[in-house]
């Protein structure tokens, strides 16, 4: 059965600066609802509160690749974030290690504004971390994240106003 397509792309009038700003992470387990209408999560019901993890501009990224239709007759979305952390010191540590213990669902909030959710339906899993220390003056020191995980659509919006709500029990 053919998928019907619903818009015709067009070029946009005006760009938009590359890169996240900041980062909502939590553990998988702390999202008890999230509430997706018209493909936009408008609610997101939580345990605790979120942590932020912000961004210098053109270091924080997402991307995904999606495998259509194959012999097997599904498809899903493989997806990888890097997130810089700056500096060197023992809480940004042990966030690390409790980060890459856990299975996590992040919110990208990207330059423009736009947040978008990733790892909502099976959480996601950090993979690697590492810490570059810098060989010279101005070099990056620092940890750096990165998380991968598979899902059944690329990323879903997150509605202006929810992102507030998500730092307070």
């Given at each position: 059965?053919?998928?019907?397509?619903?818009?015709?792309?067009?070029?946009?009038?005006?760009?938009?600066?590359?890169?996240?700003?900041?980062?909502?992470?939590?553990?998988?387990?702390?999202?008890?609802?999230?509430?997706?209408?018209?493909?936009v999560?408008?609610?997101?019901?939580?345990?605790?509160?979120?942590k932020?993890?912000?961004?210098?501009?053109?270091?924080?990224?997402?991307?995904?690749?999606?495998a259509?239709?194959?012999?097997?007759?599904?498809?899903?979305?493989?997806?990888?974030?890097?997130i810089?952390?700056?500096?060197?010191?023992?809480?940004?540590?042990?966030?690390?290690?409790?980060?890459?213990?856990?299975?996590?669902?992040?919110?990208?909030?990207?330059?423009?504004?736009?947040?978008?959710?990733?790892?909502?339906?099976?959480?996601?899993?950090?993979?690697?971390?590492?810490?570059?220390?810098?060989?010279?003056m101005?070099?990056?020191?620092?940890?750096?994240?990165?998380?991968?995980g598979?899902?059944?659509?690329?990323?879903?919006?997150?509605?202006?106003?929810?992102?507030?709500?998500?730092?307070?029990?």
């Amino acid at each position: 059965m053919p998928c019907p397509l619903t818009q015709n792309y067009t070029l946009k009038d005006c760009l938009t600066t590359a890169g996240v700003a900041s980062w909502y992470i939590t553990p998988f387990a702390n999202v008890l609802t999230s509430t997706l209408t018209a493909n936009v999560v408008t609610a997101i019901t939580k345990t605790v509160a979120w942590k932020t993890i912000a961004q210098e501009i053109e270091q924080g990224m997402w991307s995904y690749t999606g495998a259509g239709t194959t012999a097997s007759g599904s498809k899903a979305y493989d997806w990888e974030c890097s997130i810089k952390m700056h500096g060197l010191n023992t809480l940004d540590q042990q966030e690390l290690e409790l980060i890459l213990s856990n299975k996590v669902v992040l919110i990208a909030v990207m330059q423009n504004g736009e947040a978008w959710m990733l790892g909502r339906t099976y959480g996601s899993n950090a993979i690697d971390s590492k810490f570059e220390s810098g060989t010279a003056m101005g070099d990056f020191i620092g940890s750096t994240l990165t998380i991968k995980g598979r899902s059944s659509v690329s990323a879903v919006k997150v509605a202006d106003g929810i992102l507030a709500g998500l730092l307070t029990v």
